[in-house]
C-alpha cells in the first residue's frame, strides 16, 4: 500500500517515560471511540487502517522514513488517515480529548499491561481494550480485586482462567477492579453512568469464548443493502458470501462484529465495529449486505439453514400475526435463542426501546409487513427439529421439549434422575416441572443471586436405560427470576442456556493384582497417556493387560457399569454381554492387539446419573488350549450386520477353561456447569475409592485358585526330592574318590 506522510514542526514536552514499556510488560493500546486528542500531531500518515497505524506506534517508527521516532498515541479517522503523537491524554500524558468530536474519529492511547505475553495481550489487533469514559456495567460482577493502577486490572482480566473475562470496571478512586461475564452488547441496559469509574471491553476475545464459556453458537445475521458508514477495516475479495463470512469467523487481526459484502464486485469487509457502537453511522446503500454474528444461547446441532445466515433483518418493520411467544427485557440474542427452541417460530418483531420479544409462526409470505420505527423483524431462514423451552409458574420451572418427529425418551434433574424425571414413547412433547427447593430436594433446584435455577438433562441417545448419559444427550441450564412476579403467573418465558461438555478432573483406581495371575484394566485417552481429564463424550480406549497371558489367551465375557455412590437408586449398566458390545456406538468391539500384547475396546465416556463416578466392572476369561479363545459373532441391533468381538458369547468344549477373573477401574467424569458440585462430592468420592479399592478388585475362581496352590506345591516337593538325590549321592561318591 502506498504511504504517504506530512511533518509538522512543534514544539512539544518530553515525552514521558510511562510510554516506554519494560521487560515485564507488553506494549497495547487502549480505544477510546468518538475521542480525538487536542494539539498537534507529529506525523500524519494515510497507513491504510488502524492496524498498521498502530504497528508503527508500538515500535515507535516514522511510517515514511523507518526512522525511530517516540509514539505515544495517534488518532485515527475510521478511512485511512492516522495522526501521530508523543504525549496522551491525561491522566498518562499532560493533553486533553477534545470536548465533542465527530464520530468518525477515534483514539488509541500506548499503554504497558504488566506480566502478560503478546499473545494474551492480542497485539496482533490494533487494540486489546475499548474504554468507556466514566460508565460502568452492573450486576455482572464475577470477581473483584484491588490492583496497583489500570494497566495491573487489564493484565488480571486477560489473564483470568477461571471464566471468561469479557469486561472490566476500574475504579480509579481505591484501584479497585470488577471483572465481569457481560459486556455493554450482551447486557446494554445494565450500562450505567458512573463518576470515577471507567469501563473496558475485553477485545482480545476469540471465535472459542466471544460467547463465553457455558455454550452458545454464532449465527449471521443479514440486512441487504446496508452499510456501516465512514469506517472501512480488513478488505479482500471474495468469490461468494460464505467465503466473507468464513473470513469473519477466522479473523485473527480483527475481532469480528460486522462485515459487509457486495456480491457484484465482490469486495468483503471485516469490521470490529456495528450497528451498535456506530448507531449513527448506518443506512441504506445499493448493492451491499450487511451481516452481524450474534451469540446465541441455543442447541444448533438439530437446525438446518437453507441460507448462509440464519435470520433476514428488516429495520423499522414488524409482522402481524398472532404471537406463540414472547419475552420481555431481553436482548436480541436472547430473542433469537428463544426462536431456536420454539419449533413454530418463523419470524420475529424486536422493539428495540422496550427490550421485548415476540415469536410468531408465520413468515413474510404468509403475513402482512407493516412500518414500525420501534420494531425490527427477523425472518427465520432455519428450520428446527428439536427445541426446548422454559415456563416460570407459581409451582416452579416447568421445561418443555418439542420434536418434529415422535420421540422416546426421558427428561430428568442432573443428579436426580430417581426422584425427578419424566419418560415418554412415541411422543412430540414432553415436560417436567422442577419445584423451588424450598417445596423439595427432589429435582436439586437451587437459588442463586436471586434466581433459581435447575440443571436438566435430556436423554436423546436411545441408550437404556435412560439415566446413561452420554455425548448424545443435552444439558440445560434454566432459570426464573424468584426476585420479581415473573413466578406467579403461567407464560414468562425463559431462555435457556445449553451448555457442553469440557475436560474436568478424572480419577482412576489402581487395580490390585494378587498373584498367582496379574491381569489389569485399564482406562486410557487416545494417545494412550494415562487418562487424567475426561468429559462426556470423549473418546477412551478399555485396554486388558496380563503377564502371564497374550490377547490369543484372554477374553472378556462381561463388562458391567455401576454408579459409585450419589443420589437415589443405582442401576447397572451392561457394556458387553456374552462377549458382544450391548451398544457398539458406545463401548466398540473388543480386538485383539497383538503388537501391544493385549485386549482394547473403544470407549465413550459415559455417566451414570446421581454421580461423578462410574466403576467399570469386567469378568476375563483365560484359555490355556492350544487353539486360544474362541471369536465371538455379534449383531449389531442397529444395522443388522454382523460384527466380531474377542469375548465369549456361549461356552464352548473345543477350548480348556483354565480361569476368569474380574478385573475393576474407576472413572470420574463431569459436564461443564458443574463446579459448584464438584467440591461437595470430592469428599464423597474420597472415602469411596479408599474402600473400592480394597476388594472386589481381582478374583480368581475356585478351581483356578486350587489347582495353581497344587500346582506349585508338587513342583516344590518334586525340587526338594531332586535336592535329597543330588546330596546323597555326592556323600556316597566322596569316599570312593578319597580311596583312588
Known amino acids: 500500500m502506498l504511504i504517504a506522510a506530512l511533518f509538522i514542526s512543534a514544539l512539544v514536552s518530553p515525552t514521558l517515560a510511562v510510554f516506554e514499556c519494560s521487560s515485564h510488560e507488553t506494549t497495547a493500546f487502549v480505544r477510546i471511540a468518538r475521542a480525538r486528542l487536542d494539539g498537534t500531531p507529529v506525523v500524519i500518515s494515510t497507513a491504510g487502517h488502524d492496524l498498521t497505524c498502530a504497528q508503527y506506534c508500538r515500535n515507535n517508527i516514522e511510517p515514511t522514513t523507518g526512522a525511530q521516532r517516540v509514539c505515544a498515541s495517534f488518532n485515527f479517522d475510521g478511512r485511512e488517515t492516522c495522526y501521530f503523537f508523543d504525549d496522551a491524554a491525561a491522566p498518562a500524558g499532560t493533553s486533553q480529548l477534545t470536548a465533542n468530536p465527530s464520530a468518525n474519529n477515534f483514539y488509541y492511547e500506548k499503554t504497558c499491561i504488566p506480566n502478560v505475553s503478546a499473545h494474551e495481550a492480542c497485539t496482533y489487533r490494533s487494540f486489546s481494550f475499548e474504554r468507556t469514559r466514566n460508565t460502568q456495567l452492573e450486576g455482572f460482577i464475577k470477581k473483584t480485586v484491588k490492583t496497583e493502577n489500570r494497566e495491573a486490572c487489564l ?3 486477560l489473564k483470568e482462567k477461571d471464566f471468561v473475562c469479557k469486561s472490566v470496571n476500574f475504579h480509579y ?3 479497585s477492579c470488577e471483572l465481569n461475564v457481560e459486556d455493554r452488547r450482551s447486557k446494554p441496559t445494565h450500562v450505567k453512568m458512573a463518576e470515577g469509574v471507567d469501563y473496558y471491553d475485553n477485545n482480545c476475545l476469540s471465535r472459542q469464548n466471544r460467547c463465553g464459556p457455558s455454550g452458545g453458537n454464532l449465527v449471521f445475521v443479514k440486512t441487504t443493502n446496508f452499510e456501516i458508514r465512514y469506517y472501512d477495516h480488513t478488505q479482500s475479495v471474495e468469490a461468494q458470501e460464505s467465503y466473507c463470512l468464513q473470513k469473519c469467523l477466522d479473523s485473527l487481526n480483527t475481532f469480528c462484529r460486522s462485515v459487509e459484502f457486495n456480491p457484484k464486485e465482490k469486495n468483503c469487509i471485516v469490521s470490529d465495529e456495528d450497528t451498535f457502537s456506530r448507531a449513527d453511522q448506518q443506512g441504506q446503500v445499493v448493492g451491499k449486505d450487511y451481516y452481524e454474528p450474534i451469540c446465541v444461547a441455543a442447541d ?7 441460507q448462509q445466515a440464519a435470520f433476514e433483518r428488516f429495520i423499522g418493520s414488524s409482522i402481524e400475526g398472532e404471537v406463540v411467544a414472547s419475552a420481555q427485557g431481553v436482548t436480541i440474542s436472547d430473542c433469537i435463542s428463544l426462536c431456536f427452541q420454539n419449533l413454530n417460530c418463523k419470524s420475529i418483531n424486536y422493539d428495540r426501546t422496550a427490550s421485548s ?3 410468531y409462526a408465520v413468515g413474510r409470505s404468509d403475513a402482512n409487513i407493516k412500518a414500525n420505527p420501534s420494531m425490527d423483524y427477523y425472518e427465520f431462514n432455519c428450520e428446527s427439529q428439536f427445541g426446548g423451552m422454559a415456563l416460570c409458574t407459581n409451582e416452579g420451572i416447568r421445561f418443555i421439549v418439542n420434536t418434529k418427529e415422535p420421540y422416546t425418551g426421558a427428561i430428568y434433574a442432573a443428579e436426580r434422575f430417581s426422584t425427578c424425571s419424566q419418560v415418554v414413547e412415541n411422543a412430540k412433547q414432553i415436560s417436567i416441572t422442577f419445584p423451588p427447593p424450598t417445596v423439595t430436594s427432589d429435582c436439586g433446584t437451587v437459588i442463586r443471586d436471586g434466581k433459581m435455577e435447575a440443571l436438566v438433562v435430556v436423554s436423546l441417545d436411545g441408550v437404556l436405560p435412560h439415566q446413561v448419559t452420554t455425548e448424545w444427550d443435552r444439558f440445560y441450564r434454566v432459570s426464573c427470576d424468584v426476585s420479581m412476579d415473573k413466578m406467579v403467573k403461567e407464560g414468562s418465558v425463559v431462555v435457556t442456556t445449553i451448555f457442553e461438555a469440557s475436560s474436568q478432573n478424572t480419577t482412576v483406581l489402581d487395580v490390585a493384582t494378587p498373584p498367582p495371575v496379574s491381569a489389569e484394566l485399564q482406562i486410557l485417552n487416545q494417545l494412550e497417556e494415562p ?14 493387560t496380563s503377564e502371564q497371558a497374550g490377547p490369543h489367551n484372554m477374553m472378556v465375557t462381561e463388562c458391567t457399569a455401576t454408579r ?10 451392561t457394556l458387553i454381554e456374552n462377549g458382544c458390545p450391548r451398544y457398539p456406538a458406545l463401548v466398540g468391539p473388543v480386538e485383539q492387539d497383538f503388537d501391544k500384547n ?3 475396546s473403544d470407549l465413550r465416556a459415559f455417566r451414570l446419573d446421581g454421580s461423578y463416578d462410574v466403576q467399570i466392572i469386567c469378568s476375563v476369561m483365560f484359555c490355556a488350549g492350544p487353539n486360544g479363545c474362541p471369536v465371538s459373532n455379534c449383531l449389531d ?3 443388522n450386520e454382523l460384527f466380531m468381538s474377542h469375548g465369549r458369547k456361549k461356552r464352548s468344549v473345543e477350548f480348556e477353561n483354565d480361569g476368569e477373573e474380574t478385573l475393576s477401574a474407576v472413572i470420574r467424569v463431569f459436564a461443564e456447569g458443574e463446579e459448584d458440585e464438584k467440591s461437595e462430592m470430592q469428599n464423597m468420592t474420597n472415602s469411596i475409592t479408599s474402600s473400592e479399592s480394597s476388594h472386589d478388585l481381582v478374583c480368581l475362581s475356585e478351581i483356578w485358585f486350587v489347582s495353581s496352590v497344587v500346582t506349585i506345591s508338587l513342583v516344590c516337593l518334586l525340587l526338594s526330592a531332586l535336592i535329597v538325590v543330588w546330596g546323597c549321592h555326592n556323600i556316597h561318591a566322596q569316599p570312593v574318590k578319597n580311596m583312588a
Open 637 to 639: 441391533s442397529g444395522t
Open 173 to 175: 478512586a481505591d484501584n
Open 598 to 600: 493385549r485386549l482394547k
Open 155 to 157: 493484565s488480571v482480566c
Open 531 to 544: 487418562l487424567h481429564k475426561a468429559s462426556i463424550g470423549d473418546p477412551l480406549l478399555l485396554v486388558i
Open 357 to 359: 420479544c415476540f415469536i
Open 564 to 573: 459409585v455412590g450419589g443420589y437415589g437408586d443405582s442401576v447397572p449398566f
Open 300 to 306: 444448533l446441532s438439530s437446525s438446518t439453514c437453507r
